[in-house]
């Protein structure tokens, strides 16, 4: 359900560095693919525009929540630093990849969002 690949036999299984309140892996929720040990990065500059659309979407999620006095941690807020991670790690991995990310990131700053994400950003834009 992720962006991305999964070389997983449906056995989610979470990556050891995940915190504990990070989506847990389901092979439902593309939040849970992410922090899932058998999910693999696709370099590719769709790719990268999958990652980006999906960050504004969990931007857009986080902007939405109201904080208790619990001092909870939104599982967005991980996801959101996953999905940066993985863009930044992308960038640097080579000058072409890096162009990538540049143009996924201006897409997503001129409002153009990846198809898979597209219909769920303009339904919380539209909440505003």
């Known amino acids: 359900p992720g962006p991305g690949v999964c070389i997983g036999q449906n056995r989610p299984q979470k990556i050891t560095s995940a915190p ?3 989506p847990i892996p389901d092979c439902i929720s ?3 693919c992410i922090f899932c ?3 693999r990065d696709i370099m590719s500059p769709d790719y990268c525009w999958k990652l980006a659309s999906h960050l504004r979407l969990k931007t857009l ?3 939405e929540y ?6 909870y941690t939104h599982p967005a807020c991980l996801v959101i630093n996953r999905i940066n991670l993985k863009l930044d790690a992308i960038a640097r991995s080579s000058s072409i990849r890096e162009q990538w990310v540049v143009e996924a ?3 997503i700053r001129s409002g153009h969002y990846h198809p898979q ?3 769920f950003i303009n339904l919380l ?4």
Request: aromatic share 4%; no cysteine.
């Open 125 to 128: 834009e539209g909440m505003k």
């Open 20 to 22: 504990d309140e990070a």
């Open 66 to 71: 109201k904080p208790s006095e619990k001092n």
């Open 61 to 63: 999620e986080l902007g």
């Open 117 to 119: 994400w597209n219909g």
């Open 37 to 39: 040990t058998h999910h």
């Open 105 to 107: 990131r201006d897409s």
């Open 30 to 32: 593309p939040e849970g």
